[in-house]
């Protein structure tokens, strides 16, 4: 099993010491990932359609208000470790123009030296939407597609060129490439278009408050679904963030990612920096939970 955790993005941490720090100590303690969402804003009204995920009058978690960007968080710990993955858990593809966003993820890729995962989602916010996305939220999967479609010939050899109508380039030059084929994993996965976006294009699935035994069935599916569209069903993977809102409980936490080891996840990342106060009780956490994982022969 994989183990991953998040970085500390908020404006709740000193970003400018504590990102690289816990970076650096994340990655000493035996972390094999390290992780950072994208969140644009937080709206005042979340009534109606502006609640948290779309749904009516649900509030969004406070943290969402003081988020850094994702790629910038990402590149500070690039610049101070080695070894650990950097994943997007998740970047919301169509809030961003398709051929900046696939730029910037080869640049990272590049300059860690090939260990960037891209986490992608369709999106749910008419919030966010409305301020800086190209296309309607109504349009958020077409988007996506959209997306990988560009990313992949952004990512390829040169002279890349491509036409969808909305989107040219005749012929043109466009570096740094990703120093390794980028691992695409797309989030959601609760209907079955969506799934099936995922089997014909994805390495594999990210979710986050699926039961352990729903991850299971829905990883089976995944991969029948994948061996009908002419793909290897063993290619298809899953990373699991296991999200922590509330003082952690190391052993809770341990317990819920050996249900997920047994459902067939072999890579999880946590999000322990929205549950601690300060950058020191979050290296302590961190440390606690690697222990507890090893001791369980999880990692």
């Not at 970085?7 to 709740?12: A, F």
């Not at 208000?65 to 590149?75: E, F």
């Not at 999106?123 to 349009?139: H, I, K, M, Y």
Request: with cysteine; proline share 8%.
């Amino acid at each position: 099993m994989k183990l991953g955790v998040n970085l500390p993005q908020t404006t709740t941490f000193d970003l400018a010491h504590d990102v690289t720090a816990f970076a650096r100590e994340a990655e000493r303690i035996g972390f094999d990932s390290l992780w950072a969402y994208d969140r644009v804003l937080t709206p005042d009204d979340q009534s109606g359609p502006h609640g948290l995920y779309g749904m009516p009058d649900v509030p969004w978690p406070e943290r969402y208000g003081y988020t850094t960007d994702p790629l910038v968080t990402l590149s500070m710990a690039a610049a101070v470790t080695e070894r650990a993955e950097l994943g997007t858990g998740v970047i919301v593809a169509p809030l961003h123009l398709p051929v900046r966003l696939a730029k910037m993820l080869s640049a990272l890729d590049a300059a860690s030296g090939g260990r960037l995962i891209a986490g992608l989602g369709a999106g749910w916010s008419v919030d966010e939407f409305e301020a800086t996305a190209p296309r309607p939220l109504r349009e958020r999967g077409a988007a996506l597609d959209e997306f990988l479609d560009i990313a992949a010939a952004v990512w390829g050899p040169d002279p890349v060129s491509f036409d969808n109508g909305r989107y040219r380039v005749t012929s043109a030059r466009i570096n740094p490439k990703p120093a390794r084929r980028i691992p695409v994993f797309l989030g959601g996965g609760r209907g079955e278009a969506a799934l099936r976006r995922i089997a014909r294009r994805a390495d594999g699935w990210l979710p986050t408050a699926v039961p352990p035994q729903q991850v299971g069935e829905t990883l089976r599916h995944l991969r029948t679904l994948a061996a009908e569209a002419g793909r290897d069903p063993d290619a298809i993977a899953c990373v699991f963030q296991v999200g922590v809102a509330t003082a952690p409980s190391v052993p809770k936490i341990v317990e819920e990612i050996e249900a997920l080891a047994k459902a067939g996840v072999d890579h999880v990342y946590v999000t322990l920096p929205s549950a601690v106060s300060s950058l020191a009780e979050l290296i302590d956490t961190a440390g606690a939970l690697m222990t507890a994982a090893e001791d369980a022969g999880l990692h």
